[in-house]
């Protein structure tokens, strides 16, 4: 177990780097280009694929308690185990996977600030060489944490009740249905494009500063989000197209921001642009 303090939700490069020896932590990759991990990455990091660790092989949802506590016992993570979490895209979906520790009880987990951005941009090294990792067994997940999830019926109410803030954290050309997934990735998902009726679009990336990838202060943070209104007095909820990004705005509000009752829709706009007769502002 490292000496961090149970409150601190972030580390640093520097700190990752002056700890790699320890033994006190395990780090993870998670990476929306699942091929990241095998061109290079931080010596002693393993790697969670979100596709096929993080979700359902069957029916669109994450895994469930059973197949998490499975994956932590594969990697090696105990109850007591502090993980750090990091990837590219500015942690789209380390966010993602600290969202999952939290909702199946995990405390004791950090993101790096920067992810692989702000390593590389250090000019820190890369390796090839994989960890040879011995399982464990055990793990036990402690429930799940459904105050921090949002499904679309509780999302339908919300909105009807016109009660709180829904954020929608993509890009503004998604937001107004001009695509239907960022401008990068296949346009495939929902079968029409626009946003939730009463949602503000605040995209993920103005959390970041756009040349490390590391969050902006809390003061920026406050900045941001409170200009349009989203304060820790109201309940929030964050969505996106898949669940990831909004995740990563989860991560800004709930951890770094401490507010009080923030919850991720991770059906998102792939779900909720499919629906029928779901209503659908433009």
Not at 170 to 197: C, D, K, T, V, W
Request: hydrophobic letters at 35%; a negative charge; charged letters at 25%.
């Amino acid at each position: 177990m490292s000496q961090l303090a149970s409150s601190t939700p972030l580390v640093t490069t520097n700190w990752v780097a002056e700890n790699l020896e320890s033994g006190d932590f395990v780090l993870v990759e998670v990476d929306e280009d699942s091929d990241a991990y095998a061109t290079g990455h931080i010596a002693g990091s393993i790697a969670f694929n979100w596709r096929t660790d993080l979700q359902d092989p069957v029916k669109r949802d994450f895994i469930g308690p059973e197949a998490f506590a499975d994956l932590l016992d594969r990697s090696a993570i105990g109850q007591d185990t502090t993980v750090v979490l990091y990837g590219g895209n500015n942690n789209w979906f380390a966010a993602y996977a600290y969202w999952y520790f939290r909702y199946y009880g995990h405390s004791d987990v950090r993101l790096m600030d920067g992810g692989r951005k702000k390593w590389e941009l250090e000019n820190r090294p890369f390796t090839t060489e994989v960890p040879d990792v011995k399982a464990t067994k055990g793990y036990k997940t402690v429930g799940s944490d459904d105050s921090i999830r949002a499904l679309r019926d509780e999302v339908r109410d919300f909105i009807d009740a016109k009660r709180g803030n829904l954020v929608d954290v993509r890009s503004p050309e998604e937001y107004r249905g001009e695509l239907l997934a960022p401008a990068h990735l296949p346009q495939e998902a929902a079968q029409r494009g626009g946003h939730i009726p009463g949602a503000a679009n605040i995209p993920w990336s103005k959390s970041v500063d756009p040349e490390t990838g590391a969050f902006l202060s809390t003061e920026q943070l406050r900045d941001l989000y409170g200009g349009q209104g989203v304060t820790p007095d109201k309940e929030v909820i964050a969505y996106c197209r898949i669940g990831e990004r909004s995740a990563h705005t989860w991560f800004v509000l709930h951890e770094l921001l401490e507010f009080p009752n923030v919850r991720n829709y991770d059906g998102s706009w792939t779900e909720w642009g499919s629906l029928v007769g779901a209503p659908i502002e433009r």
